[in-house]
């Protein structure tokens, strides 16, 4: 079994079972309990759980401010690899002669890195980084929404820019989000960021949701929309296979890489 596969395993079981020991998971997985020690550490660090003596819990009980953003600098750093993975199979969506949507955040900021080799794009975003990337890097027709620029997230907001996002229509939508929950739908800390969000969904026929799996179960102060706006999400395989399979009983389409 690979070291990947067990992350996988180990995260399924402490979030099923609410805790397990370093005893529980090494017999449950066949591998030493050195070798579940290490993983667990491994797997704090990602912040997917929380080690506790002689085990580990999930990392949803830690607490978590409604309100709390972390700058855009401070978010790219956290599980890179997934946000990659997940970037890259958002760019295997996008087709030639596209008009495409990109909120502001890391992932769509790898994503338009990858749209390089795309013929005739035309992209729309209210991030003022991601304009900026696009223009460097491709030869898209790239519009920027204007309004009032966020520090933390570059993106900008306000009535100037849901204005305008109401006069054009576009292919897809691909929404980062800051909480996804079953319940609550899409969230996320700034109430302009989701009032825009929403001017957005309304604009796409295609609502793509890109999520690593850290922001389900997550709710966060301002509410963008429910999960019956989404027709895809793409998140990475850390998704714990219950949340996996709600998605799926919805109607929406599930990647995972």
């Known amino acids: ?6 992350y996988i395993r180990i995260v399924e079981q402490v979030s099923s079972q609410g805790k397990a020991t370093v005893g529980e998971l090494s017999a ?3 591998v030493s309990p050195v070798t579940i020690r290490r993983d667990l550490e491994t797997l704090e660090a990602r912040r997917l759980l929380v080690r506790t003596h002689g085990g580990a819990m999930p990392a949803d009980n830690e607490p978590l401010e409604v309100a709390q953003e972390r700058s855009f600098n401070e978010k790219a750093g956290a599980l890179a690899a997934e946000k990659l993975r997940i970037a ?4 295997q969506l996008v087709k030639d002669e596209e008009a495409i949507l990109l909120t502001p955040g890391t992932t769509n900021m790898l994503l338009a890195r990858l749209l390089a080799g795309k013929r005739a794009l035309t992209v729309v975003t209210n991030a003022a980084n991601i304009a900026i990337q696009l223009s460097e890097t ?5 519009h920027l929404i204007g309004g009032i620029m966020r520090r933390k997230s570059f993106g900008l907001v306000g009535p100037q820019g849901e204005m305008a996002l109401r006069g054009i229509r576009v292919d897809k939508l691909f929404l980062g989000v800051d909480g996804l929950d079953f319940d609550a739908g899409l969230t996320t800390p700034n109430i302009q960021e989701a009032s825009i969000n ?7 026929k295609q ?8 922001k389900f179960g997550r709710v966060m102060f301002s509410r963008i929309a429910g999960l019956d706006a989404v027709h895809t999400v793409i998140s990475d395989k850390m998704l714990p ?5 709600r998605l799926r009983e919805l109607g929406i389409e599930l990647i995972l890489v």
């Open 198 to 204: 929403r001017t957005m969904i309304d604009i796409a």
């Open 88 to 91: 890259e199979a958002a760019a």
């Open 241 to 245: 296979n219950q949340a996996a399979d």
């Open 1 to 6: 079994m690979f070291a990947e596969e067990r």
């Open 207 to 214: 609502v793509i949701v890109v999520a690593d799996h850290s």
């Open 28 to 30: 449950a997985l066949g």
């Open 138 to 142: 491709g030869d898209a027709d790239v």
